[in-house]
């Protein structure tokens, strides 16, 4: 006899909502190309389902951290090539260049190696050169560009179709941002004298709200793809929500007044308390800084406050004031009343944590 077990908690996902989202971006930089960025798992939304959908929308590439997401792509069957926004290692160039994915180069050496294997398989070779003008992670130093771009324009199986950068501080520090695209721009004018560049990009969610850049002309949503303004914009309003994460009530008691609630004993009651065990944890990607900081749940058209510490599959919450809530019901712990900026907020993080957070032990259910 086959047994199953109905989900203790699970992730709802709107396919459409994100082909909206990326709709709106396309509305807001009109004639600028489209790179939805989609790595750790589509922002905890699901790689492959989010890339399906997106595949035929006319973008140019998607963007995803490593040569392994780029894999998965391929795998997949997506056809949008794949552009891998990190360094690559040395085992992984082969496979690159054989799979003609997309990826930056950041030193002469890399390219050179990507000439070697390119030339090896007899092909050509496209790629984007990194430059850093403020985010310290990859890319040539703008006083290097000179030197390395004669250096690798003279490798006859690589073409440089690209200048790509990435804004540190464009939600933060609007002076820095501003120099910074002036420094992006020298450097697209020092590259243009020695290669065709199709493709100028910068901006991620942020800097595609808050700036005009000019000399770009593709652009890498992210956060707001998943219906989420990383800054004020006219377009708050018109972002759709993408995710639900939703949990059941396993089991409800009545707990007497002075009585610890989950470990550490940070939590006591004081009052008789209707305590409901709900099936989400940090081993589901729940974040244990939520413990003691106000993170609430609905549940029945109720905010219900959760209660001590998340502890590692469960969560408690009061609810006293639940009229007819039994195990089994449904709690929303991010949704439509309970948006994912207020749960990064109480637990001190970043929204792009809580979402990418989401482990791989919750369901995703595609809508």
């Given at each position: 006899?086959?047994?199953?077990?109905p989900?203790?908690?699970?992730?709802?996902?709107?396919?459409?909502?994100?082909?909206?989202?990326?709709?709106?971006?396309?509305?807001?930089?009109?004639?600028?190309?489209?790179?939805?960025?989609?790595?750790?798992?589509?922002?905890?939304?699901?790689?492959?389902?989010?890339?399906?959908?997106?595949?035929?929308?006319?973008?140019?590439?998607?963007?995803?951290?490593n040569?392994?997401?780029?894999?998965?792509?391929?795998?997949?069957?997506?056809?949008?090539?794949?552009?891998?926004?990190?360094?690559?290692?040395?085992?992984?160039?082969?496979?690159?260049?054989?799979?003609?994915?997309?990826?930056?180069?950041?030193?002469?050496?890399?390219?050179a190696?990507?000439?070697?294997?390119?030339?090896?398989?007899?092909?050509?070779?496209?790629?984007?050169?990194?430059?850093?003008?403020g985010m310290?992670?990859?890319?040539?130093?703008?006083?290097?560009?000179?030197?390395?771009?004669?250096?690798?324009?003279?490798?006859?199986?690589?073409?440089?179709?690209?200048?790509?950068?990435?804004?540190?501080?464009?939600?933060?520090?609007?002076?820095f941002?501003?120099?910074?695209?002036?420094?992006?721009?020298?450097?697209?004018?020092?590259?243009?004298?020695?290669?065709d560049?199709?493709?100028?990009?910068?901006?991620?969610?942020?800097?595609?709200?808050?700036?005009?850049?000019?000399?770009?002309?593709?652009?890498?949503?992210?956060?707001?793809?998943?219906?989420?303004?990383?800054?004020a914009?006219?377009?708050?309003?018109?972002?759709?929500?993408?995710?639900?994460?939703?949990?059941?009530?396993?089991?409800?008691?009545?707990?007497?007044?002075?009585?610890?609630?989950?470990?550490?004993?940070?939590?006591?009651?004081?009052?008789?308390?209707?305590?409901?065990?709900?099936?989400?944890?940090?081993?589901?990607?729940?974040?244990?800084?939520?413990?003691?900081?106000?993170?609430?749940?609905?549940?029945?058209?109720?905010?219900?406050?959760?209660?001590?510490?998340?502890?590692?599959?469960?969560?408690?919450?009061?609810?006293?004031?639940?009229?007819?809530?039994?195990?089994?019901?449904?709690?929303?712990?991010?949704?439509?009343?309970?948006?994912?900026?207020?749960?990064?907020?109480?637990?001190?993080?970043?929204?792009?944590?809580?979402?990418?957070?989401?482990?791989?032990?919750?369901?995703?259910?595609?809508?």
């Amino acid at each position: 006899m086959n047994y199953e077990s109905p989900s203790r908690a699970w992730v709802d996902v709107d396919l459409e909502a994100i082909a909206h989202n990326l709709d709106i971006a396309r509305q807001a930089l009109p004639g600028t190309a489209l790179m939805p960025v989609i790595k750790a798992g589509a922002y905890g939304h699901g790689l492959e389902p989010v890339a399906r959908r997106l595949d035929n929308d006319g973008i140019a590439f998607f963007g995803v951290a490593n040569a392994g997401e780029a894999r998965r792509l391929t795998r997949a069957g997506v056809r949008t090539t794949p552009f891998i926004l990190g360094p690559s290692f040395p085992e992984e160039r082969e496979e690159i260049v054989a799979n003609d994915w997309c990826c930056t180069l950041s030193t002469v050496e890399e390219a050179a190696h990507f000439q070697s294997l390119a030339a090896a398989a007899e092909k050509e070779f496209v790629c984007h050169f990194a430059v850093d003008t403020g985010m310290g992670r990859e890319g040539f130093l703008p006083e290097q560009l000179g030197e390395a771009a004669a250096a690798v324009a003279a490798m006859p199986n690589l073409r440089v179709e690209g200048v790509m950068s990435h804004f540190p501080a464009a939600d933060e520090d609007v002076p820095f941002t501003q120099q910074e695209i002036g420094l992006f721009t020298d450097c697209v004018n020092t590259l243009s004298s020695h290669f065709d560049l199709r493709y100028r990009h910068i901006a991620a969610s942020a800097g595609e709200l808050g700036y005009e850049i000019p000399v770009a002309n593709l652009a890498r949503p992210g956060l707001l793809l998943y219906g989420i303004a990383p800054m004020a914009s006219i377009y708050d309003g018109v972002l759709k929500p993408t995710l639900r994460l939703s949990s059941r009530i396993s089991l409800i008691r009545e707990l007497p007044a002075g009585h610890g609630v989950a470990y550490g004993r940070t939590y006591i009651t004081d009052r008789p308390t209707k305590v409901a065990t709900i099936g989400i944890g940090y081993a589901d990607g729940w974040n244990r800084r939520l413990s003691g900081q106000g993170a609430r749940l609905y549940i029945n058209g109720c905010y219900c406050p959760m209660l001590g510490r998340v502890t590692m599959d469960q969560i408690m919450a009061d609810v006293t004031d639940v009229p007819e809530v039994q195990p089994g019901d449904i709690a929303e712990l991010i949704g439509e009343h309970i948006p994912a900026t207020e749960v990064a907020e109480k637990a001190g993080t970043i929204v792009w944590e809580i979402l990418t957070g989401l482990g791989p032990r919750l369901p995703r259910l595609y809508h």
